[in-house]
């Protein structure tokens, strides 16, 4: 009869202080790695760009390395959980091997009962055993779900909040579409493509397979890198102790197990790598791709009526259809190298669970290895195989991993060279001046060249000049939106100069938040809400201050105007920029909008770019850009 393997009622003890020593070193060796992987590795140093705030940050850190903790912890008792296991399993599969032996004794011999009843007791130990780590063992799965859960909501809350922050700051949601970015394949793209996707789906992606990676995940014990090399340096110890000599090819090779073992992985691994590199461009493809289909179905619904009246349903169909084409190709191309990577790595699962029995065969019939010792062999070894295979196992995710990298850095990136792009030089001031002002295309040509001019409180200049002539690109320039410009503009700082589009902004709000954006409602009474909407012609809107509507789909382009106008009353810039502000809307009106405005604000700046000539009877001076860098400056007399 086999004797027990373990000393159980001591094993509480020995396991939390294996538990913790390993624990430390493992995060020491996680700091180590880390550190060395942001430094010497490009999507290492990509990774930490992204991500390093989250563990740096004096704000958040301390709970971010708590829960690191916490989640290593749970990992390396997991990892504990199945040795402890692979034990348990040693005793029951031995006792069930007495009890059979016994069984086979003749009826008549004395030591048969006992042995049976010997055996009897083992097994129902064993089993005892088992149903307390099965107890412990789900337990620890459900706290390790709970704790990862907590770290991947922190995660993603902080890199959610901390890119968002990046892509608004300075205007680089606005101007990262004048930079090139490389992509997986380290080819240039011009701009970002779909930074909402990135934002929201890569750094979900992002922090799934963080929490994956490094730790466990699900309740595997074997599913992160830490878990993995832990099991690896345990189960090798293991099989060590259980592998016998063999000779292979004529070489007598003791404990052939291990070293078997060791290069069956080592083989499967570099395959697997062979055959999963193009996933990574295919799965940054994929996104792409994806989002790419998804905005333009997105245009098709905020465009239905201007489409719908241009019968242009099967110019949008084929455009649709060609972007889906692109998604569908790339889809296969995955399938097709997921299916070789797939089976591949099938293949080799498959392998492993008869090799050990296949090497342990000779040993066991030869009377070396009892029944339960085969068991624990098979088990160390598929414990074994699968840490060491961590990377053969995973790497298809890791390529969407790694996919959410280059992308979310492809964004930092862009965003942080959109902040140094050049633009006109800014000074505060009471005036409006401009000093050498120069505006180019991105191909150099000059549409505005060394414009200089003051403009004093109560003066209003309008902008005019053929299409093409640099007038928006020059509005552009001056907000700080356009990179090919220089020069000096003075101005009254902050919202005290505001700029106006054609189309104006609205956002996905009530009525009152669309009136007043940017600025928060609550700094204006009812009163004053009410009268503006009456004083740009609006009164059918008073009732709807608190309606919640997509109302850029709402209001007519005409309506959406007025509301600008609302908007320059409420927050009475002292300088206004409006480009093509009224045309949407009669000369009648737009005769009493300007009139308002220069009623109500008569010591507010207007600069205004138009077409129209109606227009010229609410300004003092006209600018006309005459092309190829060339301007104008006069003054208007309005007749009395």
Known sequence: MNSGSLDWGNELVKTIGWTLWVSAASLAGLVVVGALLARYTK???QYWR????????????PMTWLLVVILLLLAIFG???NVLFTYQGLDMYNAIQDGASALGKPASDPARAGAIDVAKDAFWKSMAIFALLATIHVVRTLVEVWFGAAFAVKMRTWLTENVTDDWLADRAFYRNRFVPIEDSGGELTAGVDNPDQRIEADITTLVTWTRQFVFSSGGSATGGIIPAIVTMVTFTIMLWGLSGPMVIFGFHLGHAMVYLLMMFVFLASVVAFWIGRP??????????????????????????ENIALYSGEEVEHRGLMDRFDQVIKNYWNIIHRTLLFSGWNLTVSQTSVVLPFLVQANRFFAGSVSFGQLNQTASAFGNLSD???????MYDDFTAFRASIIRLDGLRDADEKARHLPTIATADGVDVGLDDVQIRKPDGEILVDDLSLRLVPGEALVVKGRSGSGKTTLFRGLSGLWPYSEGTFTRPPGTDTLFLSQVPYLPLADLRSVLTYPAPPSD????????????VSLPHLVERLDEDEYWAKVLSPGEQQRVAFARILLSQPKVVFLDEATSAVDEGLEYSLYKLIRTRLPETIVVSISHRSTTERHHTKMLELLGE???????????V
């Open 279 to 304: 996933l990574i461009r295919l799965n940054f493809l994929r996104e792409r791709l994806t989002a790419n289909f998804r905005f333009a179905l997105v245009r098709v619904r905020e465009n239905a």
């Open 524 to 535: 204006f009474s009812e009163e004053e809400l009410h009268q503006i909407l009456v004083d």
């Open 79 to 81: 990892v504990r959980l």
């Open 43 to 45: 999507w290492g140093r």
């Open 387 to 393: 840490a060491l295979s961590f990377f053969r196992l």
């Open 50 to 61: 992204v991500t390093g705030g989250f563990f740096t940050e004096r704000r958040i850190a």
């Open 629 to 639: 860098g060339g301007w104008e400056l006069t003054d208007i007399v309005v007749p």
